[in-house]
């Protein structure tokens, strides 16, 4: 969405300065877009104290009590969900998830049961006893001691939302009104102390500017909706209330987390030429996502999105790719949580495969192992390979899966069921040998044989099942490979790594690690010319698919098809739509005679520069 849209009051109001001294104050960034606007704070009038006191009225009342509480919240959550339809998808998609859970929480849950329990035991208000349980779920759910730091976030969230259900039941229980957003003047920055995962359902995009708070954090719920609803935001921003001033002009800058209040009139210009700047790179993708993806020279090239999160989608089709080039499913559930069954996978399977219509996902079974899934590998006490000194060299993808066939199984069967909702193909990770394909090959057609017992009507060719290159042995086998594979994809980021013996997450390593190194073009080389000989599609799916130069250089090798993160395909398109093939085919050819990384590095750098 345009931010400049979004300024529904008269330019002259808000672009005068005020007559206080400027301030600026730094937080995090949440979502991208600069905005000047005034300042609208958002009050919550606080809960009273509730003591853990017996009833007055008995605990068959208070029961009603509660179970009226419990149905007004859910009407509540009900009329929020019937807001959704306005949202944009990504925002949708996220509250509608979040709304669910509340919803649960509050049918037959542990939370319910353990307050009904409280009232008919220990006599207690309805008020007491949800607070009582809630507090004591909460910190159950909540981060413990000790644990591993990849799990804390999930934890963190967890309890927030034990937190948020008590919260609406005991508002309702007390009849202390919510805090409304809808008298916050339009075209305004909402300024708040802390804004909650359910407050962004509230939040209308079209009539608030910005969000900005003095809580929150980078990866919460929030700062997930927030992004998925596209309103410019920064939270984590010290002393914010202490500075802010209702109706004062202030300066949000979602991509760099500056806030300006009363900015003077040469930071008022700047601000208001990145906005200007920022609302024609929009109009620009806008019109590029419907030109084709072609060389001058007429060549088309594919080019599709890698995905970890179903609201990536919106994203994906709003930049124009052609479909999905990598699902990395290791991504897809909440490792918090267990690992959905078949039907749990499948439900997600399906509902992307669908929403992709006519394109193609390509699926990768799950990539846990090196720096990947350790949460998960813990929770299905797998985690003794994992413990090695060199988990990058340990057992993982495509090793792991076969060594835990049961989980490999349960994945093939509902990825097979949810082929029969659109196109996909199905993609093996971290592949060393040919005995691993032909190895997972006999698993897919026995999930095959299991599923039609069963009744699933699946066709007689299923779904492709390509190889990932992105291990050095790979590629130097990838003749074999393609003549067991349907298709390849060049795992570029596994494949530096592990052909320049360079940690791809390490900092220090960092300008050691490079795709354009003689070696790994060679390493390349001989994978497109084993897939081309044996016309099988061959994909870049690494990083290297986001650099435009890099690209050209591949194009230059006789790749036709790349996937990105969706982000940065437009990029990647407008340089194609500028190159002839002749042009691209001319730099592969001097990119191979270079010995020296650095200097190939600088010539692709310079390349049509
Ligand atoms: C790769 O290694 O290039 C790749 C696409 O896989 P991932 O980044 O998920 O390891
Ligand atoms: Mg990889």
């Excluded at 959704?84 to 998808?89: A, H, I, N, V």
């Excluded at 802390?194 to 708070?213: E, H, K």
């Excluded at 003077?264 to 920022?278: F, G, I, K, N």
Aim: glycine share 8%; proline share 6%.
């Amino acid at each position: 969405m345009n931010v400049i849209k979004r300024l529904r009051r008269p330019p002259s109001e808000v672009a005068q300065p005020d007559d206080q001294p400027m301030k600026v104050l730094q937080g995090v960034g949440i979502s991208q877009g600069v905005v000047i606007a005034r300042a609208s704070l958002a009050y919550e009038r606080p809960l009273p104290v509730i003591e853990a006191v017996p009833s007055l009225l008995g605990a068959e009342a208070e029961r009603t009590r509660l179970d009226q509480a419990i149905a007004l919240t859910l009407k509540q959550l009900r009329k929020l969900r019937g807001k959704l339809d306005t949202l944009p998808d990504e925002g949708r998609i996220e509250i509608d998830a979040l709304l669910s859970v509340y919803e649960r929480m509050l049918n037959h849950s542990r939370l319910v049961r353990a307050a009904h329990r409280r009232l008919a035991e220990d006599g207690l208000t309805a008020e007491a006893a949800v607070q009582l349980e809630s507090d004591a779920l909460a910190a159950q759910a909540g981060p413990q001691p000790g644990m591993p730091e990849e799990e804390i976030e999930g934890a963190k969230r967890r309890e927030g939302e034990f937190r948020e259900v008590a919260r609406r039941l005991l508002r309702n229980l007390t009849g202390v009104s919510f805090r409304a957003f809808s008298d916050i003047p339009g075209g305004s920055v909402l300024v708040a102390e802390q804004i909650r995962p359910a407050d962004a359902a509230v939040i209308d995009p079209n009539r608030i500017a910005a969000v900005l708070s003095e809580g929150g954090g980078v990866t919460d719920h929030t700062a997930i909706m927030l992004r998925a609803l596209n309103v410019p935001a920064v939270l984590a921003v010290p002393t914010l209330i202490d500075h802010m001033q209702e109706g004062c002009l202030v300066i949000v800058d979602g991509t760099t987390g500056r806030v300006v209040l009363h900015p003077d009139s040469a930071t008022l210009a700047e601000a208001r030429s990145a906005m200007a700047e920022e609302a024609r790179e929009r109009k620009g993708i806008g019109r590029l996502r419907r030109l084709p993806s072609r060389l001058v020279s007429g060549e088309d090239i594919e080019l599709l999105a890698n995905v970890e999160l179903p609201n990536e989608l919106p994203l994906l089709h709003r930049n124009g790719a052609a479909g999905i080039g990598l699902l990395r499913t290791e991504f897809l559930f909440d490792e918090s949580e267990a690992l959905p069954d078949e039907d749990g996978q499948y439900a997600v399977y399906a509902r992307l495969v669908a929403d992709m219509q006519e394109m193609t996902t390509t699926i990768r079974v799950l990539d846990w192992g090196g720096e990947k899934g350790l949460a998960r590998l813990r929770q299905l006490g797998i985690t003794d390979e994992q413990e090695e000194e060199n988990p990058a060299l340990g057992v993982r993808g495509l090793r792991l899966l076969l060594r835990h066939p049961e989980i490999l199984e349960t994945q093939l069967c509902a990825i097979l069921r949810a082929s029969l909702e659109g196109k996909l193909r199905i993609l093996l990770p971290m592949v060393s040998s040919v005995n691993e394909v032909l190895a997972t090959r006999q698993i897919y057609e026995r999930c095959a044989k299991r599923l039609r017992r069963r009744g699933v009507k699946l066709p007689a060719d299923l779904p492709p099942l390509g190889v990932m290159i992105e291990t050095p042995a790979a590629a130097l086998t990838a003749g074999a490979l393609v003549r067991q594979a349907e298709f390849l994809a060049l795992g570029t980021n596994d494949l530096t790594m592990y052909t320049l013996a360079v940690d791809r997450s390490s900092a220090m390593g960092s300008d050691l690690y490079t795709g354009l190194h003689p070696g790994l073009l060679k390493l390349l080389r001989l994978s497109v010319d084993e897939a081309l000989r044996a016309h099988r599609p061959i994909c870049v799916c690494g990083e290297m698919a986001s650099d435009p130069r890099a690209v050209a250089l591949l194009i230059g090798m006789g790749l036709r098809s790349f996937s990105m993160s969706a982000a940065l395909l437009p990029p990647v398109k407008r340089m194609i739509r500028s190159l002839s093939l002749d042009a691209c085919d001319e730099l592969y050819r001097r990119a191979m005679l270079e010995e020296d990384p650095l200097a190939l590095s600088a010539m692709v750098r310079h390349f049509a520069v």
